[in-house]
């Protein structure tokens, strides 16, 4: 089973900055790789699949990178709606993993 | 707009089985693999497992032998039935529609709200 370690934890923000977030392999899972961004009570919402492909409705703020074992979810110019906890999961080998998360507050 | 929808009981015994129900509404459940996803209380996300509407399903093997994924394409709902709890799988569990093709897929949109599970006597 692939494990997906995300980084940091948690991420300080202020409105308006932007935010890198890290998601790393146990191996390679090539470009197969999702974002998710989760609020309390909400229902998890696909951000990027096939690592840099941003889903229907996304906004070009959030864009995603990388292949192999390292992956970046970039978030640009904060908006107060991106607080939230994100997630990565690699879907190249069964059964799919998902990272433990990193939560965006506001600084 | 495709909309999933979980529903069941938030208290099940130790020993007894789990059954949720997903209800898909606002598109059709044919032609797409299903799956259910949990997270118990701070810990990360679990596949549980995936069905096509044709009834084919696959599980993690860290579940299979418990878990049983079933269809039923004319109410456009899909079940997960968990036997043998025990306090490990108290969780909020999601269903979600995996997307992508072939060996392609595996990624999941849309997700349902979730629905917490408590297992306790």
């Known amino acids: 089973e692939i494990v997906m370690t995300q980084s940091p934890a948690t991420l300080s923000v202020s409105p308006g900055e932007s935010a890198t977030l890290s998601c790393r392999a146990s191996?390679?899972?090539?470009?197969?790789v999702a974002w998710y961004q989760r609020k309390p009570g909400q229902a998890p919402r696909l951000l990027i699949y096939?690592?840099?492909t941003r889903a229907t409705g996304i906004p070009a703020r959030f864009s995603g990178s990388g292949s192999g074992t390292e992956f970046t979810l970039t978030i640009s110019s904060l908006q107060s709606e991106d607080f939230a906890v994100y997630y990565c999961?690699?879907?190249?080998?069964?059964?799919?993993?998902f990272g433990p998360g990193t939560k965006v507050d506001i600084k | 707009q495709v909309q999933l929808q979980e529903s069941g009981p938030g208290l099940v015994k130790p020993s007894e089985t789990l059954s949720l129900t997903c209800t898909v509404s606002?598109?059709?459940?044919?032609?797409?693999?299903w799956s259910w996803i949990r997270q118990p209380p701070g810990k990360g996300l679990e596949w549980i497992g995936y069905?096509?509407?044709?009834?084919?399903?696959d599980y993690n093997p860290s579940l299979r032998g418990r878990v049983i994924i079933s269809v039923d394409t004319s109410k456009n709902q899909f079940s997960l039935n968990l036997s043998s709890v025990t306090s490990a799988d108290t969780a909020l569990y999601y269903c979600?529609?995996?997307?992508?093709?072939?060996?392609?897929?595996?990624?999941?949109?849309?997700w349902g709200q979730g629905t917490l599970v408590t297992v306790s006597s």
């Open positions: 979600a529609r995996m997307r992508g093709v072939g060996a392609t897929r595996g990624w999941f949109d849309p």
């Open positions: 606002d598109g059709s459940i044919s032609n797409y693999y």
């Open positions: 069905i096509y509407s044709s009834g084919s399903a």
């Open positions: 191996q390679s899972v090539r470009s197969k």
């Open positions: 096939g690592a840099s």
């Open positions: 999961q690699q879907y190249n080998n069964w059964p799919v993993t």
